[in-house]
């Protein structure tokens, strides 16, 4: 059974009733390239090449926090199957974050806001 986690307009999908909040985040390590939208925090670390980010269409009002907590060297390109006013987020040094929502499966994600300790990613 799912809880659901009010941020704003949107929701974080618990994945379980257990207390532990560490359910909200997934780990994904260099070189994997889907990004997860089965977590509401994804936390990412890049390879030493570049790497082609894909991120799968979620379900309505869902929110995703996106953070490279770990730069091995390349870049990682995101490009999602579905969005509205942006086509890829580069995430090219730790602490580049991006924080975007699901709105449905026209509208697909938006950027909520993007940021970083060198400044925010860069996006087309």
Do not use: C
Not at 24 to 32: F, K, N, Q, R, Y
Not at 89 to 97: H, K, L, N, P
């Amino acid at each position: 059974m799912s809880r659901m986690f009010r941020i704003g307009s949107g929701t974080i999908a618990k994945q379980n009733d257990s207390d532990n909040t560490e359910d909200l985040i997934e780990t994904v390590a260099a070189d994997v390239l889907p990004i997860p939208v089965t977590h509401g925090i994804v936390q990412k670390t890049t390879g030493a090449d570049a790497e082609a980010l894909t991120l799968a269409n979620g379900k309505a009002d869902q929110i995703l926090v996106i953070n490279l907590t770990t730069d091995g060297g390349g870049d990682g390109t995101l490009t999602p199957v579905t969005a509205t006013g942006w086509a890829t987020i580069v995430f090219a040094d730790a602490g580049d974050q991006a924080v975007l929502m699901y709105i449905d499966d026209i509208i697909g994600w938006i950027i909520l806001g993007l940021s970083g300790k060198s400044g925010a990613p860069a996006h087309t």
